[in-house]
């Protein structure tokens, strides 16, 4: 099947640099932001999506919302697709980036041995792509909108690049979709 993923747009968080993994807090996407979420619809409207899901959190919701305005299909919220459980809600996410680059095994470390560590997010993010696996058929075309660390975790899924260049690589630019082919044979995405 094919996965197109996609980073949401800008919004009033990133303007500021912070964190966001809670649902309920009000964050949304700045007038850049749905320029951005109009463009990205109109690359993905000739798309025949047979679903698509999104995380619980707003911004994604709103640019799944301007990007379905081509499609109108039920949008379904899986928390899986969630952006990183850190700890830093509401906070710089320059600060939640120096906590995790200073500890001793940043990839394992847990904020207060309580949140999600990057290996964490993997395991959610592999259970994601169990999910469609057993939920679609190979040919099925699926679309996927949330965040940079949940982009980043397929890309490294794929074989693009390893589980510590994760730490390293910038954040997938807003409103950009990757593709992915999934295999419903083998553990791995291509």
């Known amino acids: ?3 197109i993923a996609t980073r949401h747009a800008e919004t009033n968080y990133n303007v500021q640099d912070l964190v966001n993994y809670d ?3 009000d964050v949304h996407l700045t007038e850049k932001g749905i320029r951005q979420a109009e463009e990205l619809a109109e690359q993905l409207k000739e798309f025949e999506f047979d679903k698509i899901y999104i995380s619980r959190l707003g911004r994604t919701k709103q640019t799944a919302e301007i990007i379905n305005q081509y499609h109108k299909l039920p949008l379904t919220a ?3 697709l969630d952006d990183t459980r850190n700890g830093f809600e509401g906070r710089p996410y320059s600060e939640a980036k120096s906590w995790r680059d200073a500890q001793p095994d940043p990839i394992a470390a847990r904020y207060q041995n309580k949140y999600e560590s990057v290996a964490d997010m993997t395991r959610r993010v592999q259970k994601f792509v169990e999910y469609i696996k057993v939920n679609h058929e190979d ?3 699926i679309l996927v909108v949330t965040s940079s660390h949940i982009i980043k975790q397929l890309r ?3 074989g693009e690049f390893t589980i510590q260049d994760i730490l390293k690589k910038s954040p997938a630019a807003h409103a950009t979709y990757y593709v992915f082919n999934i295999k419903r044979e083998k553990n791995e995405i291509h």
Request: proline share 7%; hydrophobic share 40%; no cysteine.
């Open 139 to 141: 040919n099925e075309t």
């Open 78 to 80: 899986n928390e899986l």
């Open 156 to 158: 490294m899924l794929n």
């Open 23 to 25: 649902p309920t807090a």
């Open 1 to 3: 099947m094919k996965l």
